[in-house]
């Protein structure tokens, strides 16, 4: 049985270690915090031993009466393996800490693919991880690019992709970001970043995107063209995507017309906090006009890439050679469809 550390218990931190409690060949060595917050209480109330991130602050957990078992270098002594949740940007400084300490490491999207020297995603490049000591799932976005675009490139190729990212604005926390009443070209440079970022893990796919923010905070919302290389028909792309695994196709047509009702079909599902792992495709939407393939898919930003950081774990520590034996262990304990 594994150990994992989950350094940061934010929005992604806390899906992690959830995950990772699911499967039966790894466990949570801990996770930690700079606050002693409703998260720190709830992540004790859950049976997790919770480290502090800066040590100064070890008293105020004391003050709110939360126990913590130690600091992060403490936690890391617990564990075999590392996922890194804090904020985009403190990842890469840790990774010094996590070089001392001689342990193997994962971090966010947030992150750098040049500071960590590795990107991951379980379709597209699970391979290129087993038994690296650092490695990076690369974000919300372009874990929801690489999942429709993986199958459909394995299926007739893609000689180009063009993507309009519709992002939303901010987390459903996160209470003081915006934008509320705008929408804002983001990055306003065209291309923005997620070619780039996609092609750390589908490399020489040509492909490039533009991106806004909008004020919602459920999904992101993808419109992407593609041309392909051998001519095929929208059905054998639906066909093809509704076989592939952490990707649905959904029906406007039942009423999954908008984010709204396909969060409320994770609802539904019964998810644990309404999560949807899989990247939603919908099916009216796929069509193909003079070779040129159009879809439109949604991205639940807090949840689609979790999967992704179980199956890292199994590539860095080579628990699992083969990426399909860890993608279908890790979705029948997340319930995955
Ligand atoms: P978040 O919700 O802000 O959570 C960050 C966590 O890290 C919190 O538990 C925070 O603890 C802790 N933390 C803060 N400062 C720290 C420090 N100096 N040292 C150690 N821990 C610290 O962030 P997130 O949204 O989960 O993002 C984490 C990473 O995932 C980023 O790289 C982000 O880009 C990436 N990502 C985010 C999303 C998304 O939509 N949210 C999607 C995909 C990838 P306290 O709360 O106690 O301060």
Redesign the pocket.
């Known amino acids: 049985m594994i150990s994992v550390a989950i ?7 806390k899906r992690v270690a959830d995950a990772v409690a699911a499967q039966d060949d790894m466990k949570v060595a801990g996770v ?4 002693p ?1 409703f ?2 209480r709830v992540a004790i109330e859950k049976g997790y031993d919770l480290y502090v ?2 040590p100064e602050r070890e008293k105020l957990f004391d003050e709110a009466g939360i126990p913590v078992s130690g600091t ?1 270098e403490d936690m890391l002594e617990e564990a075999d393996i590392v996922v890194d ?4 940007g ?2 890469a400084k ?1 990774l010094e800490m996590y070089r001392e300490k001689g342990i193997k490491a994962i ?5 750098k693919h040049d500071a960590i020297g590795l990107s991951f995603n379980s379709f597209a490049n699970y391979d290129e991880s087993l038994g690296a000591d650092y490695t990076r799932v690369v ?2 976005n372009t874990t929801g690019l690489c999942r429709t675009l993986k199958p459909i490139d394995d299926l007739c190729g893609i000689k180009k992709v063009r993507a309009v990212m519709v992002r939303r604005g901010a ?1 459903p ?1 996160q209470v003081k970001k915006g934008p509320i009443n705008a929408i804002v070209p983001n990055p306003p440079t065209v291309p923005s970043h997620h070619g780039p970022d996609l092609k750390t893990v589908m490399k020489g796919v040509n492909i490039h995107t533009v991106a806004l923010l909008v004020p919602t905070t459920l999904m992101h919302q993808h419109n992407i063209m593609v041309e392909l290389e051998d001519p095929v028909e929208a059905d054998e792309i639906k066909a093809r995507l509704d076989e592939t695994t952490r990707v649905m196709l959904v029906r406007a047509s039942e009423g999954l017309a908008s984010t709204a009702e396909i969060m409320e079909y994770a609802k539904e599902l019964g998810r644990s906090r309404n999560d949807l792992f899989e990247i939603p495709v919908w099916e009216e939407s796929i069509n193909v006009v003079d070779g040129e393939l159009f879809y439109m898919q949604a991205v639940h ?2 949840s689609d ?1 979790v999967p992704e950081s179980v199956d890292a774990i199994r590539a860095l520590l080579e628990l699992e050679e083969d990426n399909m034996k860890s993608i279908m262990k890790t979705n029948r304990a997340m319930g995955i469809l």
């Open positions: 350094n940061g218990y934010g929005t992604i931190g930690s915090k700079t606050k917050d998260e720190a991130s800066i992060v949740a804090t904020p985009e403190i990842g840790n971090f966010q999207g947030g992150e974000s919300c987390d926390v930003q807090e890439a």
